[in-house]
């Protein structure tokens, strides 16, 4: 039996490298985990392009593998500061 694992991805006004992060975390086999992905206040549009990926809207140019659209949309829950420090969070 395969442990369950989380990912946390950081992002900071880098939603270029979040997606490319992502995109290559959701290629991998392993078959239990999930991602967390925190914006630490990103000021650029970080949060509309990450939603935007996951939703398939956005695909991810790398040199490390080649983009897949059979793993969207990914599902995510969204939670702001306020949601967070309250103990619950909104399903997008």
């Not at 996951?54 to 599902?75: A, D, H, M, R, T």
């Amino acid at each position: 039996m395969t442990r369950k694992v989380s990912i946390i991805i950081l992002n900071w006004n880098g939603w270029q490298d979040t997606i490319e992060c992502l995109e290559s975390v959701y290629q991998i086999t392993y078959p239990r985990y999930d991602v967390i992905v925190l914006d630490n206040g990103s000021g650029d549009e970080s949060i509309e392009k990450i939603n935007e990926y996951c939703k398939g809207k956005i695909e991810v140019e790398s040199k490390f593998f080649e983009y897949s659209s059979e793993n969207k949309p990914i599902k995510i829950i969204e939670y702001t500061r306020e949601d967070a420090e309250a103990g619950g969070g909104i399903p997008c």
